[in-house]
């Protein structure tokens, strides 16, 4: 009867061990599921399509530190940052995807244009603050002509179109003339590399 006694003791022991050490173990992670790219993907273009363009963001870059392979997440990024006028981070972001993949031209044309776009800010800053003179004259025309030569044009922003009814001035004197080009340089920041 002893013997049966202590066996009935070894096995509540060992159970009780057994649920113990259980309940201390940590779930492995292939115990928990992780989303697939394609439901966080959607999860942040639900969010862009909704207007909370900050949580598809934030989204997206989950989707990339859970997928670092994948360039579709920093395309994304990308784009929205473009949208948004942030040319600098749509840059860096689109710069991650070129890692992913060099050839992509989503990618590629984001860094392009974004990048014309800040170039056309800071030239038109220095315009305005007629500042553009020197060595930065002379490199903003060669990358003018430069960009003239790739896209195959003669003119890089082509002049706003002139209302047909505007009354035409009389000629001004060469002084009054710089002011007008000042005021047009906004609008075509690469009026003066011509």
């Not at 066996?7 to 159970?15: D, E, F, Q, T, Y």
């Not at 934030?58 to 994948?70: N, S, V």
């Not at 990048?115 to 060669?142: F, H, I, K, V, Y």
């Amino acid at each position: 009867m002893k013997s049966i006694q202590h066996i009935g003791r070894l096995v509540a022991a060992a159970s009780v061990t057994a649920i113990l050490s259980a309940c201390s173990t940590p779930p492995k992670i292939a115990d928990i599921p992780k989303p697939s790219m394609s439901d966080l993907m959607a999860q942040a273009t639900s969010a862009a399509s909704s207007g909370q363009k900050e949580q598809a963001v934030t989204l997206w870059k989950q989707t990339a530190a859970a997928f670092p392979a994948e360039k579709t997440p920093w395309v994304s990024i990308a784009q929205a940052r473009y949208d948004a006028g942030q040319y600098g981070e749509a840059i860096v972001s689109a710069q991650e995807a070129l890692v992913r993949d060099p050839n992509d031209q989503v990618a590629n044309s984001i860094i392009a244009v974004a990048g014309l776009r800040l170039s056309t800010r800071a030239l038109s800053d220095l315009s305005r603050q007629n500042n553009l003179t020197g060595p930065l004259r002379t490199e903003s025309q060669d990358l003018a002509k430069l960009l003239r030569e790739s896209l195959g044009e003669t003119v890089l922003v082509p002049p706003p179109a002139q209302p047909a009814a505007a009354p035409q001035r009389a000629p001004a004197r060469t002084a009054k003339k710089a002011p007008a080009k000042r005021e047009t340089s906004s609008a075509d920041p690469f009026s003066a590399l011509k």
